[in-house]
């Protein structure tokens, strides 16, 4: 059974920093591509961070300087460092990875709880 596990969240001061992790199991997890999103209470999902199959990244306006993502294939996880956290970063965060090709294969994991107080 595929899994995404997502760790790393929790409570932080504004100013601070976290790492968030992304587990696979079950997939080649180094054929897909890679995204971390995040949803705050009464709004829509967003992507914060994307990773393709070939390390190429992109981010959104508003993480960039601040966020890095990244993949170590070997251990089947990809990695959101998160510094400089600001209040407005509060949000579950979600990874999701895909694989298109003939079919599309598409997964999501649980999420984690990110909290940056002011």
């Known amino acids: 059974q595929v899994q995404l596990v997502e760790s790393g969240g929790g409570l932080v001061q504004a100013g601070g920093s976290l790492r968030l992790s992304c587990a696979a199991s079950?997939?080649?997890?180094?054929?897909?591509?890679v995204g971390w999103y995040r949803q705050a209470p009464g709004k829509q999902r967003e992507l914060v961070a994307h990773?393709?199959?070939?390390?190429?990244?992109n981010y959104a306006d508003s993480v960039k300087g601040r966020f890095t993502i990244s993949r170590d294939n070997a251990k089947n996880t990809v990695v959101l460092q998160m510094n400089s956290l600001k209040p407005e970063d509060t949000a579950v965060y979600y990874c999701?990875?895909?694989?298109?090709?003939?079919?599309?294969?598409?997964?999501w994991g649980q999420g984690t709880q990110v909290t940056v107080s002011s």
């Open positions: 079950e997939i080649p997890f180094s054929r897909y591509d």
């Open positions: 999701n990875a895909v694989r298109s090709g003939i079919w599309t294969f598409d997964y």
């Open positions: 990773i393709t199959s070939g390390s190429s990244t």
